[in-house]
């Protein structure tokens, strides 16, 4: 037996926690599917799995080398008939990086002959019966997990709006994410060039970072395509260019202890002394990575349009620089980890004017459960009008840079799109005609209930 598989044999657990552990078991699972479909495209994932194993040969064409025995589903059918080895797992995920050096250690924590961790309830946590992308199933662990687990995750809807919003080209771009995560947002980024595009990203979470790693193999993404750092982004300029698109979904009021030192940092000396919240450190980072033509999409809180003090000059720095393009504001509840309305920015790196156009898309959703989803028609409905700069009464207003000086650089969307609807006038002559009418029937059945409780005998009747 090979040295490092009894060193993991031999450990006394798993070095990571459930959640881990359970994004792992997806990554494995989307490999296996992989390999799967490239031995068979027809029939449902199991039933492959079942031929798989009765040819007995591994297939050597596909992304990935895993022999039929190693899949994930073969564990997952010794699971549904009770036969399920947890130390058979461990030595299958090792085979597996043995023979596919780009996943060497991706495994590398899932140690042990036996476990603590409910590693059986992977199988049920994660959708193992039909077949689903690694994406679709982190957004599943991030459902049941909440804000137990350590790592924020931007909702497909929202994904997708941004997506839009940057447009598609058929030529590869450079891509940008200072607060990467799983990368799930960065690589969605114009999909009809992935494999020509590069990108880059920042994630300052050992694990979470993995995550990332992960699906940048899924979606096939070349290993001089794209380089993830684990970094803090606020801290430390990572110099590697300049890109055409920053797209990102920062921690939410995350606390920032600004470093005196970033004072003269070449991201930041423009605008002042820092604030105590990360919201714009990360988009004066992406900014500084933008080409001269470049477009950023970013995520922020409302309070971030308009709370004071140094995030004020910031603001208005950037205002006075045209950088600010628009502003668009979404529903509440349609983000994961909160229940809070956010918005998104459009900043370009230089413009002509220093107009901003401003959307309220705070109705734009369909309920779906406990959460507010944006449907393909409200992702349509922003991006036309965005594109278009078309405004509408209620919806969307281009507010000039003297409109927002006006307004003390407040970029609250309520300030210039206002969507309180007020009745037309009214006609008084025919209102009080119609309470005539109605006081003449509350008359007519006065009469009738006086009629009926003296036949009753309830009631004397007056004549």
């Known amino acids: 037996m ?264 070449r991201r930041y000396r423009d605008y002042g002394e820092m604030p105590n919240k990360a919201d714009w450190g990360f988009i004066l980072d992406g900014i500084d990575k933008l080409s001269d033509n470049g477009m950023m999409v970013v995520s922020v809180v409302q309070g971030t349009l308009f709370r004071g003090a140094k995030e004020y000059n910031i603001r208005r720095k950037l205002l006075e620089d045209g950088k600010v393009r628009a502003v668009i504001q979404l529903p509440g509840n349609t983000k994961l980890s909160t229940t809070i309305a956010t918005c998104l920015l459009v900043i370009r790196k230089s413009s002509e004017d220093k107009d901003v156009f401003f959307i309220n898309a705070s109705q734009e959703y369909e309920k779906k459960g406990l959460e507010n989803i944006l449907t393909e028609a409200n992702v349509d409905k922003i991006v036309d009008t965005f594109n278009e700069k078309k405004e509408e009464q209620g919806f969307s207003h281009m507010a000039s840079y003297e409109e927002i000086e006006k307004n003390d650089f407040n970029l609250s969307v309520a300030r210039y799109v206002n969507q309180y609807k007020f009745k037309e006038k009214l006609d008084y002559q025919e209102e009080i005609k119609n309470l005539e009418k109605l006081d003449e029937k509350l008359s007519q059945t006065d009469a009738t209930l006086k009629n009926l409780m003296g036949d009753l005998g309830l009631m004397e009747i007056d004549n």
């Open 2 to 265: 090979d040295k490092d598989l009894e060193e993991r044999l031999a450990a006394k657990d798993s070095y990571i926690d459930i959640h881990d552990f359970y994004v792992l078991m997806a990554f494995y699972q989307s490999i296996s599917q992989k390999v799967l479909r490239k031995f068979d495209k027809d029939g449902s994932i199991l039933e492959v799995q079942k031929k798989y194993e009765e040819g007995k040969e591994t297939v050597q064409d596909a992304q990935f080398v895993i022999a039929p025995q190693d899949t994930y589903y073969h564990h997952y059918q010794m699971y549904k008939a009770n036969k399920f080895e947890y130390v058979e797992l461990v030595k299958s995920l090792y085979n597996i990086e043995e023979k596919n050096p780009k996943l060497k250690n991706i495994f590398q924590d899932v140690r042990g002959s036996t476990s603590s961790l409910p590693s059986e309830t992977a199988f049920e946590k994660i959708d193992s019966r039909n077949e689903v992308s690694f994406e679709e199933n982190l957004e599943i662990i991030k459902r049941s997990s909440g804000a137990r687990d350590n790592y924020d995750y931007t909702s497909r809807n929202i994904r997708k709006l941004i997506t839009k919003l940057v447009g598609s080209k058929k030529e590869g771009v450079s891509i940008y994410d200072p607060a990467l995560g799983t990368a799930s947002l960065l690589l969605g980024i114009n999909r009809a060039a992935l494999k020509e595009n590069k990108y880059y990203g920042q994630e300052i979470n050992t694990q979470v970072i993995k995550i990332a790693i992960m699906n940048a193999i899924i979606n096939d993404v070349a290993d001089d395509k794209f380089e993830f750092k684990n970094a803090n982004t606020l801290a430390n300029n990572w110099e590697f260019g300049k890109v055409d698109i920053v797209v990102s979904d920062p921690p939410i009021n995350m606390k920032w202890n600004v470093d005196r030192n970033l004072s003269q940092d």
